[in-house]
Each structure stands twice: as structure tokens, then as C-alpha cells.
């Protein structure tokens, strides 16, 4: 049906920058919403930015400046550019699409997660 997909983590040393990239792919109707959230040992999962397909983008407090979100609607993707990153960003960062898929007879929601990346920050 419908699927997303991460792509893009690494290891960085503090201070260095990553790029995160994220495709929707199947059937998908509509994506209302595109984002990136992360979860760090024994943490719970948190939210890092979204952006709704009106470009309306939430970013959680501690990107104070350091994250960049930006998605192509066109393409069903999103990114997140990460400078200055930080040992504690390390964790695993997973894109979620947030919408609808093609069904008879009408669309159905579906609130869709890719299988994460890993993100390390470290000297």
C-alpha cells in the first residue's frame, strides 16, 4: 500500500552536519503532513520538525536554529538538514507521513513510519 523510507545517517563528531532524506512512496492519495521525530536509548520517541502541505513547518525546541525541514510535494519527499550537531542529538530519527492512501470507496488515513536511521554524534 504505502510506504516511507529514510535515508541519509551516519556517524558525525560534534559540531559536524548530517542530511536526512525521506521518500512516500504506493498509493497515497493525499500527504497531509511530513516529518522527522527520534528516539535515543531509553527515551521515549519525540518530535524533531514537521511541515503540512502548506508549508506550515513546527520545530521541537532544541533545533533552536540547527535544523532546516524542507519537503517537495511533488515528490512525496522530506529532508532535514542538521548543522551543529551535538552528542546528545544521537539517537534513531524516523520520517513519518501523516495521510491518506487510495481505497474503494473512499480514501482511508494512514499514519505511516519508516524503519529509522541512526544518527551518532560522536568524537
Known amino acids: 500500500q504505502v510506504q516511507v523510507v529514510e535515508s541519509g545517517g551516519g556517524l558525525v563528531q560534534p559540531g559536524g552536519s548530517l542530511y536526512l532524506s525521506c521518500v512516500a512512496s504506493?498509493?497515497?492519495?493525499?500527504?497531509?503532513?511530513m516529518g522527522w521525530y527520534r528516539q535515543a536509548p531509553g527515551k521515549q520517541r519525540e518530535l524533531v520538525a514537521t511541515v503540512n502541505s502548506g508549508g506550515v513547518i513546527n520545530y521541537a525546541e532544541f533545533v533552536a536554529g540547527r535544523f532546516t525541514i524542507s519537503r517537495d510535494n511533488a515528490m512525496n519527499t522530506v529532508y532535514l538538514q542538521m548543522n551543529e550537531l551535538k552528542p546528545e542529538d544521537t539517537a534513531v530519527y524516523y520520517c513519518n507521513a501523516l495521510g491518506y492512501y487510495s481505497s474503494n470507496p473512499v480514501p482511508k488515513m494512514v499514519d505511516s513510519w519508516g524503519q529509522g536511521t541512526q544518527v551518532t554524534v560522536s568524537s
Open positions: 504506493g498509493s497515497w492519495y493525499t500527504i497531509n503532513a
